[in-house]
Structure formats: structure tokens, C-alpha cells
């Protein structure tokens, strides 16, 4: 909003009924989204459907000019974004320090940690998770950042059992960055482009667990996945052979024709701990966490992969009851997003510490 008007020591003052208004204005909204997000993500995140569920609560969304200095824009109660490229996340941080009352979804400092697949999974294997029904491991794995051909050796060091799941070590949104192989031998080890992650395969049964983080919420989807390798296959296989995107959003599972061990979804109270314990140590409210349970067992699970603000999730019975619909996830995580807020604006003015 552009100050009209001038007082006496030649400063432009705000004329008082305009600011008044648009004060008046701001405040009816209950919540301004900022949102910065590629025109792939916008079509898939920002469906008519949302934007009009969300109008209806008084949640408007307003397009950031990426071109435009974002301290000119707004005023937001909230950024949302997932873009690529650290330029942006230079812009965001400098926002972030000069508006601190605005709800940043997510600190870019805590998106890069996750964009980083060895930081990503650090730390996991630690989480105190005792009394949760399960245990939560992630497979062993090792960062090659330039030459392969001496991999062969380290991975013997390092005590890793092929198969071998190779990964780009940077997510940066890419196709590329997607781009995975199963490594058999050592030997073909050196046909691969560091940097990139070699991690332990772990037989699984073939279904992956995709539990999505909304806030508060928790949601957990079961997607195809890679199928176990046999011990004959690791005998008789060598090479290395990229796999295409098997537990994509078109992959979802249903259980019916599935055996149970296989299927059946995480215990909550193992879902609940693991989730409570990552929120606070990736300081991400909106993420997703790849979870298999090793063949063979009925409680040791591995977390293989997270990904930051990820697609639209297809809401199945899976044995938690009827789940609201995606848009209203998000809705009622943004309405908990302005209720903080107005609290937090209560009890500054009643001058109570925060
Ligand atoms: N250590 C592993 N053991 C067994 N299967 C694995 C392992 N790592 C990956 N996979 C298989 O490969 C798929 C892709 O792995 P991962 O999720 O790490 O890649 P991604 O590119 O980050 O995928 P996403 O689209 O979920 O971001 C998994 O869904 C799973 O089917
Ligand atoms: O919708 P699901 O099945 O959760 O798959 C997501 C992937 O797990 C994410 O890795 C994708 O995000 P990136 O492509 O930015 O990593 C994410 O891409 P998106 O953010 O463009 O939706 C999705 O493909
Ligand atoms: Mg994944
Ligand atoms: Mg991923």
C-alpha cells in the first residue's frame, strides 16, 4: 500500500482513514498466504477447489512477484513456497529476518537440510522412539562426492551389502535429481556420477509407506515399491540399472490383494513418535517421510527417503478411519496457523510473554 499524504518534518505520513481501512481489511481476512511456487506445484497444490474452501474461511491466496522485492508485496501473514535454486532462498531468509511476524512454511535453512540426502537422514536412527511398538532405522549408506572407481574399496570398508541404491546426493526438484539405479557389484560402481548417496537396499515386500506431515496432521498412504532381491539374484546379477520413479502418487497400493505382514500400515504410536521427533529436529511442518518395514519382521522399519512440501496426497481408508479430504488438511492447518497468530497478538497487547 502506497503512504500518501505529509506531515511537518517532511516524512510521508500514512493518511489515517486509508490505513485505517486497509488495517480494517487485513484484519477481516483472517489470513493472507504469500505463496511462490513453480507453475508445476501451483497447478497441482492451489486447485480451485482449495482456493475457494479456503476464501470461504477467509483465507485468501496472493501470488508472489518473483520479480519484485518481496518486502514491497503484501503485507502476508504467511509465505508459503518451494521453489528451486538458492536464490530464492537467500530472498526468503532476508524476509524472514525483516519479518519475523510472518509465518515462513519452511524456514529455507530447514528445507536445505533435507535437500542434502546424507544431512536428511542423520540423526534418525537416534530419535528416542521407546514404547512407540517398532523400531526405526535408516539403511546404512555412504556419500561418494567425486571419484567412483575407488567407491569399490570404500563401500568394502564400510561394510555396506550389495545391492546398493545409488541416489543423487542434491534434491533440487529435478527430473535429474530423481534419478536412481540399483548397483549389484562393485565393479559397476564406477560407471556412476557422484555425487550421489550409496545406500543399502533393504527387502521390503514390495510397499513403501508414504507418511505425509501436515502440521499436526499425519496422514500414511501405501505405494508400490521396488520388489525384494533375492539371494539368487545377488549371486547371479552384476551391473548397475536405473529404476523409474516406482512409488510415485500413480502407484498407490490397495491393500486387498496384498499380504497383511506386507501391508499393514506402521503402528500409529510409532508414527506419532517418529513424527513428533522430526518436526522438532527438521523444524519442517509440511514434509513427507518414506517408511518400508524390513521383509521378514513385524516392527523394525527403515526410513528411507523425506521430501520437503511434497504432492497431493490421495486420502484412502487405511485403517485410521475416513480421513477429511486433502484441501481440508490444509485448510484447518492454515485456520491453526491464524488462530496462533491472533494468540500471539492477545497476549503481546495484554503484554503477557510469549
Ligand atoms: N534403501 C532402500 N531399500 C529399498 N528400496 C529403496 C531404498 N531406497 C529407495 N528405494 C526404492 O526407490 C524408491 C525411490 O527412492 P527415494 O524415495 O529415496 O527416491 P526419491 O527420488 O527421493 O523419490 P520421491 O519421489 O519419493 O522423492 C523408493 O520409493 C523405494 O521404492
Ligand atoms: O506426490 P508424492 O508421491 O509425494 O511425490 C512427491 C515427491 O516425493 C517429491 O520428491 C516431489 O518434490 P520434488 O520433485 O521437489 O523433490 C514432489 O513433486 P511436487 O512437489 O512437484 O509435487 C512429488 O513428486
Ligand atoms: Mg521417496
Ligand atoms: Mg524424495
Redesign the pocket.
Known amino acids: 500500500m502506497v503512504p500518501r499524504g505529509n506531515n511537518t518534518d517532511g516524512e510521508v505520513a500514512l493518511d489515517r482513514t486509508t490505513f485505517e481501512q486497509a488495517h480494517q481489511q487485513h484484519e477481516n481476512k483472517k489470513l493472507v498466504i504469500g505463496y511462490a511456487l513453480?507453475s508445476?506445484?501451483k497447478k497441482?497444490?492451489l486447485q480451485p477447489k482449495l482456493e475457494v474452501l479456503a476464501r470461504k474461511k477467509g483465507i485468501s491466496f496472493v501470488s508472489i512477484d518473483q520479480d519484485k522485492p518481496l518486502s514491497e508485496q503484501g503485507p502476508f501473514d504467511v509465505v508459503l513456497h518451494?521453489l528451486?535454486g538458492n536464490a530464492w532462498h537467500e530472498v526468503i531468509e532476508d524476509y524472514q529476518q525483516k519479518h519475523p511476524e510472518v509465518t515462513v512454511l519452511d524456514p529455507p535453512g530447514a528445507i536445505q537440510r533435507i535437500?542434502n540426502r546424507q544431512s536428511m537422514l542423520q540423526g534418525i536412527a537416534d530419535l528416542n522412539l521407546a514404547d512407540c511398538d517398532g523400531i526405526v532405522c535408516v539403511p546404512k549408506q555412504m556419500v561418494v562426492l567425486k571419484d567412483t572407481t575407488s567407491s569399490a574399496d570404500e563401500v568394502a570398508e564400510a561394510g555396506l551389502k550389495f545391492p546398493l541404491v545409488a541416489k543423487p546426493l542434491l534434491?533440487?526438484?529435478?527430473?535429474k535429481?530423481?534419478q536412481l539405479f540399483l548397483a549389484y557389484d562393485r565393479l559397476s560402481l564406477a560407471e556412476l556420477e557422484p555425487p550421489l548417496v550409496l545406500q543399502e537396499f533393504v527387502n521390503h515386500g514390495g510397499v513403501l509407506f508414504?507418511v505425509?506431515v501436515v502440521g499436526d496432521v499425519i496422514r500414511v498412504v501405501r505405494?508400490f515399491s521396488l520388489p525384494n532381491v533375492s539371494n539368487c539374484e545377488k549371486a547371479k546379477v552384476a551391473g548397475v540399472f536405473q529404476f523409474p520413479?516406482v512409488?510415485?502418487?500413480a502407484?498407490s497400493v490397495d491393500k486387498t490383494d496384498l499380504d497383511p505382514r506386507v501391508a499393514e500400515l506402521p503402528p500409529k504410536p510409532l508414527l506419532e513418535g517418529l513424527v513428533r521427533e522430526l518436526r522438532n529436529r527438521l523444524g519442517l511442518r509440511l514434509f513427507?517421510i518414506?517408511m518400508i518395514r524390513e521383509h521378514g519382521s513385524s516392527d523394525v522399519f527403515y526410513v528411507i527417503?523425506i521430501?520437503?512440501?511434497?504432492?497431493?496426497?490421495v486420502i484412502q481408508l487405511a485403517g485410521y478411519g475416513k480421513m477429511p479430504d486433502y484441501e481440508q488438511v490444509f485448510i484447518d492447518f492454515f485456520l491453526s496457523l491464524a488462530q496462533a497468530k491472533h494468540s500471539k497478538r492477545e497476549c503481546i497487547k495484554s503484554g503477557i510473554e510469549m
Open positions: 513453480t508445476k506445484k497441482s497444490f518451494k528451486l535437500y534434491v533440487d526438484g529435478t527430473a535429481s530423481h508414504k505425509f505405494r520413479r512409488s510415485s502418487a502407484a513427507n518414506d527417503d521430501n520437503y512440501f511434497p504432492g497431493k496426497f
